[in-house]
């Protein structure tokens, strides 16, 4: 679902007309066309999204590297998302003792650490509710209320004693869907830079890291996309080496009867989150913890939501609440600047 924009589509925005935009769920990425250095660029399908990754550099190693840095992010889809009866998650659900290793214990950690922080409005462990509602299935639907309430007896964050998981008769459902993601571009970016690419940008579908500056010493500009219509832009945000992640309503959702049903969700009630906002954009150095972030600042809602992320160090984030205002928290604009359309 990649749409690679003409120049001056955007048309009654003259500033497009200079630019081009490569439209991806949750976040844009906007570049000038008068750079010297042309980046090297690659669009793949990963982890249930496009993954864009753009770095300067020279087209031979910026070739190898970014094909290291797919395979690497297709190793945590299936180590996050694996549901072989050998898989971690799945002997966990069947009441077995264990003790998380490898990349799934360290997306637990930051995912334990904000469900902590938010009293479970961010769970990583809704795994039932999530395929019960089927949002990454073709066939999403309405559950009955009796289904929901069986598969929130599968939940419960507060049933996990520390993030290296789970003794024996835990039985909870995993699901690190709301933060594997960002840890996979925290993932991309390291294998990028290790392999000595000192400038680019990888963009998993709303989840997205920059490192080093554009050619020019310029910052990244990144498009946060406007709820009601995500072909355009809300505002425009100037980074340099950040993660910045976008949790949203319009992300995956489907409408029955008039009423939109998405697929961020209330852990309490089993439903999508109804808290009157319609996108969360996180700024911080880490992508898992932005987009944890993210999930959770938008289940919380505008006040309480600007709260966790004020109180976060070294974070900052936008939230688009349903009446169409912008709750900011109070580095956004000057530690990043942020110009909105
Ligand atoms: P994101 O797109 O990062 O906001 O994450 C949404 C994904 O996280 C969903 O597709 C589910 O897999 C999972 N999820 C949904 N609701 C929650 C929640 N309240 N807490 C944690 N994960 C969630
Ligand atoms: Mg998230």
């Given at each position: 679902m990649m749409i690679e924009r003409a120049p001056g589509l955007l048309s009654g925005n003259p500033l497009f007309f200079r630019t081009f935009l490569l439209l991806l769920t949750g976040l844009l990425l906007i570049s000038g066309c008068n750079q010297s250095r042309k980046p090297y660029r690659e669009t793949r399908f990963v982890m249930g999204t496009l993954v864009d990754i753009v770095v300067y550099a020279s087209e031979e190693s910026a070739s190898r590297l970014v094909q290291q840095a797919y395979i690497r992010m297709s190793e945590i889809e299936q180590e996050a998302h694996v549901k072989g009866k050998d898989s971690p998650l799945t002997r966990i659900r069947e009441g077995e003792g264990v003790l998380l290793k490898g990349d799934i214990a360290v997306v637990m950690k930051t995912a334990m650490d904000v469900a902590e922080a938010t009293s479970g409005a961010f769970d990583p462990t809704l795994g039932k509710l999530v395929e019960l509602w089927g949002?990454?299935?073709d066939n999403p639907r309405i559950p009955k209320a009796e289904e929901i309430r069986r598969a929130l007896e599968w939940a419960g964050y507060e049933r996990i004693p520390e993030a290296g998981c789970c003794p024996e008769g835990t039985r909870v459902w995993l699901d690190l869907g709301g933060v594997a993601k960002g840890y996979a571009v925290d993932e991309a970016v390291r294998i990028l830079k290790e392999g000595g690419i000192s400038s680019g940008i990888v963009n998993a579908g709303g989840d997205l890291r920059s490192f080093g500056l554009k050619p020019g010493k310029r910052p990244w500009k990144i498009g946060v996309q406007h709820p009601d219509n995500p072909q355009e832009i809300a505002g425009v945000l100037a980074v340099e080496e950040i993660s910045v992640a976008t949790s949203g309503d319009y992300q995956r959702y489907f409408v029955r009867d008039g009423v939109r049903y998405h697929?961020?969700?209330?852990?309490?009630?089993?439903?999508?989150?109804?808290?009157?906002?319609r996108s969360a954009t996180v700024v911080t150095p880490d992508c898992a913890l932005a987009d944890a972030l993210a999930t959770a600042a938008f289940v919380l809602g505008p006040e309480k939501g600007i709260a966790l992320l004020e109180g976060w160090k070294d974070v900052e984030g936008i939230l688009i609440a349903e009446d169409g205002g912008y709750h900011m928290t109070s580095g956004i604009g000057k530690t990043y600047p942020f110009e909105e359309r």
């Open positions: 949002f990454n299935s697929h961020i969700l209330d852990s309490k009630r089993g439903y999508p989150a109804r808290s009157g906002i």
